[in-house]
């Protein structure tokens, strides 16, 4: 079998590889059987409706990019019939977007960049990268992402240097942490998703070419981010769990045994995820885990570009768990959590995983008040654009009288 079989299937295993699942991990985000995902991929699959393609599309975060490889006699819509242009153009649209992404920082006026790549350079570089590591936390993403930006175009126009065979490995790890911060910010700091793919598929491409499992395992799990109802409340909650939980998965087992602030931190994640789905008793698990896998030696806590994994930590995570079973301790966990907690991002997510508490107590009035507080807290550290994604669902759990309430009064922080 060939034709638009072979290449919708080359997609799919392309797409698949790209966020580092393996087949099971896939079946299970896109919710089709192994056996039918690899016979897709070979080309082999007979009578692949456009419903499947939109469930494979859909499952694999692709936002529309495989719909256009559906042939045109086969793109109608399933229900009634009619053709799906606009849907269709999006699709095109948004595919040219993620690679536009991806190469955003391949203009015209690139930095001439040096013959030989030594190891002072290297060093130099790799200072640089740390240091905007550091910053990201606090920083206002405008005052570094031009600079960020700037400095990855730089370490991309060395691919083409001279490098020793020992330094390589090191130029291609520096250049995986400065994409994936790049895109980190652009998601957390101003919304972009279309930058943010992009550029966290470079940095995961950098990290694999690196041979760093570890460095791909952080990578893997903040991509998780991208497709999760727990940082972008108006994707689908089931769909958007079960890709974000393979991709999490996959970061586990790239991430090993020897890093117990990562293991910790991506089983915190896990269990998250288990409680957006319902499941209860696999999310206490993973907490567990998580909780037993707080470093005793203070200086492991740090463990690499994102991951900061410590007993101050596991508060807020276990919080946003329960809360997301309707579990009453949710409140005092999120109270703790907050107490503990100055990085905005966190913050802002506390306050609004706290005000949501708030109302399934029937405190509004209260509910109002940290929602308030998360608006001046996004406005004063220039993450506005992020956080309103947060903040439209903490307003849409208010009662209405309450929701007037909270609208006049953000009109006079405006």
């Not at 089709?32 to 975060?61: F, M, P, Q, W, Y």
């Not at 690679?99 to 030989?116: F, H």
């Not at 130029?171 to 910010?185: K, N």
Request: charged share 25%; no cysteine.
């Amino acid at each position: 079998m060939g034709g638009w079989q072979t290449i919708f299937g080359r997609a799919v295993r392309e797409r698949r590889q790209g966020l580092g699942l393996t087949l099971e991990e896939a079946s299970a985000a896109v919710g089709i059987s192994r056996s039918h995902l690899n016979l897709i991929e070979l080309g082999k699959a007979t009578g692949i409706s456009r419903e499947s393609v939109a469930k494979i599309d859909l499952g694999l975060g692709a936002d529309g990019a495989l719909l256009p490889l559906l042939p045109a006699g086969d793109s109608k819509d399933v229900a009634g019939g009619t053709t799906r242009d606009e849907e269709m153009r999006r699709a095109e649209f948004n595919k040219t977007m993620v690679a536009v992404a991806a190469g955003l920082l391949l203009d015209s006026e690139r930095l001439v960049a040096p013959q030989r790549v030594d190891v002072a350079l290297l060093e130099d570089l790799e200072s640089l990268t740390a240091e905007f590591v550091r910053r990201q936390h606090h920083a206002q993403p405008q005052a570094i992402l031009g600079p960020l930006r700037a400095h990855l175009r730089h370490l991309l126009d060395l691919e083409g240097a001279r490098v020793a065979p020992n330094v390589r490995p090191r130029l291609e790890r520096v250049t995986a942490e400065t994409a994936a911060v790049a895109g980190w910010i652009a998601f957390r700091g101003e919304g972009d998703l279309v930058t943010a793919h992009g550029q966290l598929a470079l940095g995961r491409q950098h990290a694999r070419e690196a041979d760093d499992d570890e460095l791909l395992a952080q990578l893997l799990g903040v991509s998780s981010s991208l497709y999760s109802a727990l940082d972008i409340p108006h994707v689908d909650r089931d769909q958007g769990a079960s890709l974000a939980l393979s991709l999490l998965q996959a970061a586990e087992r790239k991430a090993g045994s020897r890093n117990k602030a990562l293991q910790g931190w991506l089983a915190a994640r896990v269990g998250v995820e288990r409680a957006v789905r319902g499941e209860g008793r696999k999310a206490r698990a993973a907490l567990g885990r998580a909780e037993a896998s707080v470093p005793s030696d203070r200086a492991s806590h740090a463990a690499g570009l994102f991951v900061i994994w410590d007993e101050t930590r596991v508060p807020g995570y276990a919080g946003k768990a329960l809360l997301l079973l309707r579990d009453p301790a949710a409140t005092t966990l999120l109270e703790q959590a907050l107490a503990q907690t100055s990085a905005p991002h966190p913050r802002l997510g506390l306050l609004v995983d706290l005000s949501l508490a708030r109302v399934y107590e029937r405190d509004a009035d209260h509910a109002v008040a940290l929602l308030l507080e998360a608006v001046q807290l996004a406005v004063a550290h220039g993450i506005d654009r992020f956080a309103r994604w947060r903040l439209q669902e903490g307003r849409a759990a208010l009662p209405p009288t309450h929701q007037r309430v909270f609208d006049n009064q953000l009109h006079a922080i405006a």
